[in-house]
RNA sequence: GCGGGUGUGGCGGAACGGCAGACGCGCCAGACUUAGGAUCUGGUGCCUUCGGGCGUGGAGGUUCAAGUCCUCUCACCCGCACCA
């Protein structure tokens, strides 16, 4: 390797942080561009290469950007408050402070050696005060607006971790960060009132530059359902419940009612022959974990004993309770109709309830059908399509009084509170008199305490409970007294806002000011993962629309264009009895097996211990995690930064394999050696008009692909440049400062070094963006392909833009193709200028 | 089941409806060399009777021309999943 890359790593890297080469101007007059990277969490592991992946894009993207003259915002900070802190902490002995800390540094230090040009200046920390105390301020805002409420419901409550979680934490009835599993519980918990902002999360996803899948994740989410609200009656009761449908139209094919097991009327309506059947089926559904409950197959339930009375034709139906009604959606409470509903079908089947068509156009025996058809059996709305029927009996039901057209969402409110140390406290003080009141303004931030001991109480009550009277008493101004809150903020609240800090990130006076708010938002591309969809990416949306009905932000929208980097994966080796080996314990044989087949097959290195090779996600157990740090040691920051992009389409997940970088850093040695060459070379000076033309594309088609997120292409059009001088025996002197400025976003640390080897005494991040010349990235001459009834017969060389005469002159004097004209006359010529030409031909 | 996506050499991947396989890895050959995991040059989809034929998961279709557009179908990946 014949360029020293550690040190021309550590020169530049200390040059850009010496003279704060990536500073941001706050104000500026020219264009801004506000370039985002999800911020990471912290962990104890450090990075692996598959982290900075998205980094890489942005930072190329961020350096483009810059040289075109933009003004750049493109910080870095970390979002520290969270659980496995402080788990961590726990199992070291230490404090969560100390973890963070720790974390953080060596965190902050990976990314320097990557490169990356992030404003320093910038740095922010979710965990530290000067910054929660900010978060605590919107939770405020929130409460005065009334979206902070408490409220007695049932949680998602882990056990393992000792804390409740939202919705969006919890999938298949387990954490999904962790997989520990998720029981129901009742509690009392701090809630948002996201569902408020549910038609605006929904209809402004249209206006957003995101990807269509995430998009169409979130609209899932909110899950928006217009239908109808319906009272029915009680028989023999002077009561009543409601209902709700998407498929009002089906009423007259109501057999039979369905309540949730937790539904608040059951007791009243269980008939006294039902009453032991009802509280065991109820008392074995609360039991039930999340889980058991979702893989059940069959469906299960009890009769009330009592009746219900449909409102469209008085008939007297049967009220059932089963766990498939689910408490917390709706109403907690469905009408069924078993002919065109498949779930209300399977249950009527196991149960022998009656099925009902009301809606021609399937075998109602044979299976629910759910298609469109006309109504029979159902007096006014008979004959009427679906839509038809559902304008008609809502209109009716609104006009008798049984009910009204109704909107629902699957979204639900998003809890808010934790049982946890590692979090912001929530700014709220619960009275003697049991009142509940916010604090105010001027007491922000309500500090997290220090604990040595941060473990729930022995009693189930958070950590925070722990604290002396000191912290927790409290006595307003006005002399009442109460106890603070105890629970804390969950991990998502930090990161609610943190691109609004980033744009003011030292301001103690208010959490941004408006002039510069104005200035950088919304952020112009945000890169992260998928895996944020419905919980990041939707509650930074809900606040940022609270802020902005409050005055505070002047966009709808924060984060305008999305762009999600793909994954990187790496081979994990397993023996047959699980244990898994590091990559350099094992080696690939050819094997051959008894039948003579030949096959390679992983093995550890020197035995004949047969491995199983999985490609799986980078992790300490697996024994396949590839850390930027031992890469860039080995082949350097730029190579890491060209091979995290040319391994394929940003957005594609791949596999990491480290003996690829190779290519990598052979081009970059090559290019090394067209700058720095061993040998003098003559007539340096001298441009041969080929390879002006090709440096005029290559600017093209960098360009290009940078606006278009595509650095692998663009890896590509440099590569092929440099094969092309490298053939030629030296880059001409005049090209030496263009190209270097064209490689400098991908591998800065050696085009700086070219650039000052050129006289240059500034940073080449500061450079201007070379032009390219349209003229010049037209060839002269171009082969042109020529086809016979759309089979390729030959290449003719022609003049550019030569028109179909010219072309076919020439077409026609080429001896290959001659060849094949024999005996034919053409019926039809196609010619596309400088694209092709195409003969059709029949026999003479 | 519903929604979204992906199928191209030995491998990662390129291709405004117009030369399929750019670029890179790997492999083969050669050059230079105090054999080195260095560099440079050339080659590398499959079959072939050396004319050519066949090739982008599969089957049809549109078109002068299809990896690309349309219909059907198979496989895999991701998300959601009793949301009435």
Redesign the pocket.
Known sequence: ??YNHHEIDAKWQSYWETHKTFKTPALGDRPKYYILDMFPYPSGQGLHVGHPKGYVGTDMIARYKRMRGFDVLHPMGWDAFGLPTERQANKEGIHPKVVTDRNTDTFRKQLKKIGLGYDWDREIATSHKDYYRWTQLIFLKLYEKGLAYQAELPVNWCPALGTVLANEEV??GVY?ETGDPVEKRLMTQWMLKITAYADALLADLDTLDW???LK??QR??I?K?E?ARVTFQIADQDSSFD?????PDTLFGCSYC?L?PEHALVPQLTQTGQKAAVEAYVEAAAKQSERE??T??K??GVFTGSYAINPVNGQRVPIWIA?????????????A?PAH????W??AEAFDLPVIEVVQGGDVHEGAYTGDGPHIDSEFLNGLNIAEAKKTIIAWLEEHKHGEGQI?Y?L?DWLFSRQRYWGEPIPIVHLEDGSVVALSEQDLPIELPHLDDFNPTADGQPPLARTGPEWREVTLPDGRKGLRETNTMPQWAGSCWYYLRFIDPQNSEAPWDPTLEKRWMPVDLYVGG??H??LHLLYARFWHKVLYDLGMVSTKEPFQRLFNQGKIQARSFRDGRGKYYYPQEVESRTYTSAKGETQDQWFVKGTETLLETRVEKMSKSKHNVVTPDETIEEYGADALRLYEV????LE????W?T??M??????L??VW?LYFPEKAVAAQDEIPEDLDRLLHKTIQKVSQDLDEI?P??A??AM??F??EA??LGYLPTPMKGVFARVLAPFAPHLAEEFWASLGHSESIALADWPAFDPEKTIDRD????V?L?????G?IVAPVGADEATVRAIAEGNE?IQ??LEGMQIV?V?H?TD??L?L?VKPA
């Not at 509903?341 to 209300?344: A, K, L, T």
Request: charged letters at 30%; one cysteine or more; glycine letters at 8%.
């Open positions: 390797m014949s999938k298949d999904v990807p269509e899948s169409e994740m899932h989410w899950g359902a239908g209902i709700f449908t998407t498929r369905v949730a409950r979702m059940e197959v469906k299960t766990d498939y009604v689910l408490a917390n959606y709706g109403t907690g409470a469905v009408f109709c509903d498949e779930r209300d399977d249950f629902n699957r639900r998928t895996e969809a419905t040319f391994m394929g389409p594609d997940n791949a596999v394999q003996e690829n190779a290519g990598v850093r052979r081009f040695e090559r050696r595509h692998n292409t890896v590509s590569m092929i440099v094969n490298t053939k171009i082969e042109l392909p086809q009834n759309g089979k390729l017969r290449v290959a060849g094949h039809k196609i596309k694209r092709m195409n059709v």
